[in-house]
Structures are given as structure tokens and as C-alpha cells.
Nanobody, 127 residues
């Protein structure tokens, strides 16, 4: 069993910053990518950012590009999501996900590409 635990969420004013962390524990598995997704009330889950373990390539949703940064430490665990210049529309539950599956040149922006999911952490941005 693999567990992913997110932390770092909270309440922040517009223009502020938060850093989310995603830590994996449990069974060891080969991870091809880690991603962040979010879901706002009444909306579908959407892709935020991903990082591939091979090469460290990153990919971002257009809505967060230039404001959010996904990174990892040298030991691959945990993975961080630095969120700057937050906007009220960033308010959502943020989920960390890990992929144990290889999808070639994919940027890992689709939910089905991930095998393990965390429980989520709430991010609320006030105007």
C-alpha cells in the first residue's frame, strides 16, 4: 500500500504564497511522475502541475504558469508545489498524485495516468 500525504494548505490573502508538500510512504514503487490536481466546489478536478522523475521535466496548466512551481528534493520525496501570487480562483482542495505507470512522452496531465492519490489539502484565497 502506498500513501500520499499532502500538507501546507491554509487560508491566505490574494497575492500571498503557500508551499504544499507531498510525502509518500508505504510500499516502495517506481514512480514515473508526480502531479498536483485541484478541485473547487462544484467544479471538476483539474490538472495543476506535474514533474517527471526521469529528466525532471515539468508541466503546468496555463492558469498557474508563471505563478506556481513544482519541485522535488534529490531523494525524490517529498514533492513541493510553491504557489505565489495566489488568486481567489485558486481556492480548491489540492491533491497530490503519483504515477507508477510509464506513458512515453506524456506530460502526465491526465488523472488516469496516476495510480496513487492523497486525501487533499484545502487552499483558500481571500480577496
Amino acid at each position: 500500500q502506498v500513501q500520499l500525504v499532502e500538507s501546507g494548505g491554509g487560508l491566505v490573502q490574494a497575492g500571498g504564497s503557500l508551499r504544499l508538500s507531498c510525502a509518500a510512504s508505504g510500499r516502495t514503487f517506481r514512480s514515473y511522475a508526480t502531479g498536483w490536481f485541484r478541485q473547487a466546489p462544484g467544479k471538476e478536478r483539474e490538472f495543476v502541475a506535474s514533474i517527471r522523475w526521469s529528466g525532471g521535466n515539468t508541466h503546468y496548466a496555463d492558469s498557474v504558469k508563471g505563478r506556481f512551481t513544482i519541485s522535488r528534493d534529490n531523494a525524490k520525496n517529498p514533492v513541493f508545489l510553491q504557489m505565489n501570487n495566489l488568486k481567489p480562483e485558486d481556492t480548491a482542495v489540492y491533491y497530490c498524485a503519483a504515477s507508477g505507470s510509464y506513458y512515453g512522452g506524456s506530460v502526465y496531465s491526465l488523472g488516469y495516468e496516476y495510480d496513487y492519490w492523497g486525501q487533499g489539502t484545502q487552499v483558500t484565497v481571500s480577496s
